[in-house]
């Protein structure tokens, strides 16, 4: 049954037991949407990130990651500069893959993620590059969905590529959460942070339109005080806050590994991705929840990869259960445990799981360490290994 037909039927004893009830026993973007209820947009000031998080000492190791990341295309429409895919050049360094996953590539993506336990938490087409440009995205949606393979199917977008059929096919299709980042308020500033030529107007308009047949798709709306200036911020939300079922404006994090965005962007970090303290981690959860495919098959350890140095197998191959169980997963986890991050050339410099509200595993790492130690030598990469013996 659709969640707003649940919406209205549910409504009559629960709108006796006022707002408050409500808010806590029913999803109020639904309520919202439903015509019941209408979020203030200072109600919908939330960070992307969920706050009800499993502990994940609690539970690892997983036979089934909780997230798989599968990358449409890792080519983008915008130039960004706090981003590397939108540095032309420097990708072209690295050898990367630059286009869109094919259909049938993602069909055995998708045969392989039934082969774990249990599905996903999160079935995330979303990686290096821009979805919406793999035309084929609302048909991976609605094959994960038939699939079964996860509870929640969502994406990351510029946005851009949203206005006349798109956004609807894409709800239509079965996406459970869209996530928009914004990088501009005017054409100006979206010059200067993307080098994209953006009718503001009717991207605002295609938003608009997408809000309204956006049904149970929860859409999620962020940019950062860097690109808009501090001073813009109650006109961010005053221009998208009716438009989406969560904003947020967040501040600029250097997530990615090897990509200085101070030099790039000319700011100074002080805090987190959500203004929270920046923290000394040693050990990144990630790699036991999480695992990323790459729109060229290959897989990466985690999903801020993006020059491919983290590359721990690929589906031609190999399954995506043998890479997640496989013996570089596993030696990368063993050596995080055991306090070597600072010494890998890629993870030593990740701020991902400093500045951005990454799950904190640090006080776990010595049982999990006991564990993991269990694992026999010819199941664990010497390679691997080795890349986390480097001295500084
Ligand atoms: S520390 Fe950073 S680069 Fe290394 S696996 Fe974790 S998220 Fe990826």
Same mark, same amino acid.
């Given at each position: 049954m659709p969640a707003k037909t649940v919406v209205q039927i549910l409504m009559v004893p629960a709108q006796a037991l006022? /707002?408050?009830? &409500? /808010?806590?026993? #029913?999803?109020?973007?639904?309520l919202q949407r439903a015509g019941f209820m209408r979020l203030e947009i200072k109600e919908k000031i939330q960070p992307r990130i969920e706050s009800a998080r499993t502990v994940l000492g609690d539970v690892i190791p997983l036979t089934t990651p909780y997230v798989v990341f599968i990358d449409p295309s890792s080519a983008c429409n915008f130039k960004c500069t706090f981003c590397p895919t939108g540095d032309? !050049?420097?990708i072209k360094s690295t050898g990367r893959y630059q286009g869109n996953l094919h259909l049938d590539q993602y069909m055995k993506v998708l045969s392989d993620i039934g082969e774990f336990d249990k599905r996903l938490k999160v079935l995330r087409l979303y990686k290096d590059g821009e979805p919406l440009l793999n035309r084929?995205?609302?048909?991976?949606?609605?094959?994960?969905r038939e699939a079964d393979v996860a509870d929640v199917i969502? $994406? $990351? $977008? %510029?946005? #851009? &590529? &949203?206005?006349? !059929?798109?956004g609807e096919t894409l709800v239509k299709a079965g996406l459970s959460r869209i996530n928009i980042s914004i990088d501009g308020l005017d054409e100006a500033q979206f010059w200067k942070f993307t080098k994209a030529k953006v009718d503001f107007p009717k991207f605002l308009a295609n938003l608009k339109d997408f809000y309204s047949v956006s049904?149970?798709?929860?859409v999620v709306i962020k940019t950062t005080k860097e690109i808009i200036g501090e001073d813009r911020?109650?006109? +961010? &939300? %005053? $221009? +998208?806050?009716? #438009?989406c079922d969560r904003i947020f404006v967040e501040n600029t994090s250097p997530c990615w590994p090897d990509f200085d965005v101070e030099e790039r962007m000319g700011i100074t970090i002080e805090t987190g991705l959500y203004g929270n303290e920046i923290l000394d981690v040693k050990t990144c959860p990630y790699l036991f929840y999480s695992i990323s495919v790459n729109s060229d098959l290959s897989v990466s350890a985690c999903f801020v990869d993006w020059s491919r140095g983290l590359k721990v197998g690929s589906l031609k191959e190999a399954s995506l259960k043998d890479i997640w169980l496989g013996a570089e997963m596993q030696s990368h986890r063993l050596a995080h445990l055991q306090g070597k991050r600072d010494a890998h050339s890629i993870c030593g410099k990740c701020s991902q799981i400093t500045h951005c509200k990454a799950d904190n595993i640090d006080a776990d790492a010595g049982k999990l360490l006991d564990l993991y130690r269990q694992v026999p030598e010819d199941q664990l990469s010497a390679k691997v290994l080795k890349a986390y013996e480097r001295e500084h």
């Amino acid at each position: 049954m659709p969640a707003k037909t649940v919406v209205q039927i549910l409504m009559v004893p629960a709108q006796a037991l006022g /707002q408050p009830f &409500l /808010q806590k026993c #029913y999803n109020a973007h639904m309520l919202q949407r439903a015509g019941f209820m209408r979020l203030e947009i200072k109600e919908k000031i939330q960070p992307r990130i969920e706050s009800a998080r499993t502990v994940l000492g609690d539970v690892i190791p997983l036979t089934t990651p909780y997230v798989v990341f599968i990358d449409p295309s890792s080519a983008c429409n915008f130039k960004c500069t706090f981003c590397p895919t939108g540095d032309r !050049e420097l990708i072209k360094s690295t050898g990367r893959y630059q286009g869109n996953l094919h259909l049938d590539q993602y069909m055995k993506v998708l045969s392989d993620i039934g082969e774990f336990d249990k599905r996903l938490k999160v079935l995330r087409l979303y990686k290096d590059g821009e979805p919406l440009l793999n035309r084929h995205l609302p048909d991976m949606i609605r094959m994960a969905r038939e699939a079964d393979v996860a509870d929640v199917i969502d $994406t $990351t $977008t %510029n946005g #851009y &590529l &949203l206005g006349g !059929e798109m956004g609807e096919t894409l709800v239509k299709a079965g996406l459970s959460r869209i996530n928009i980042s914004i990088d501009g308020l005017d054409e100006a500033q979206f010059w200067k942070f993307t080098k994209a030529k953006v009718d503001f107007p009717k991207f605002l308009a295609n938003l608009k339109d997408f809000y309204s047949v956006s049904g149970d798709c929860e859409v999620v709306i962020k940019t950062t005080k860097e690109i808009i200036g501090e001073d813009r911020k109650d006109e +961010f &939300l %005053n $221009t +998208f806050g009716d #438009y989406c079922d969560r904003i947020f404006v967040e501040n600029t994090s250097p997530c990615w590994p090897d990509f200085d965005v101070e030099e790039r962007m000319g700011i100074t970090i002080e805090t987190g991705l959500y203004g929270n303290e920046i923290l000394d981690v040693k050990t990144c959860p990630y790699l036991f929840y999480s695992i990323s495919v790459n729109s060229d098959l290959s897989v990466s350890a985690c999903f801020v990869d993006w020059s491919r140095g983290l590359k721990v197998g690929s589906l031609k191959e190999a399954s995506l259960k043998d890479i997640w169980l496989g013996a570089e997963m596993q030696s990368h986890r063993l050596a995080h445990l055991q306090g070597k991050r600072d010494a890998h050339s890629i993870c030593g410099k990740c701020s991902q799981i400093t500045h951005c509200k990454a799950d904190n595993i640090d006080a776990d790492a010595g049982k999990l360490l006991d564990l993991y130690r269990q694992v026999p030598e010819d199941q664990l990469s010497a390679k691997v290994l080795k890349a986390y013996e480097r001295e500084h």
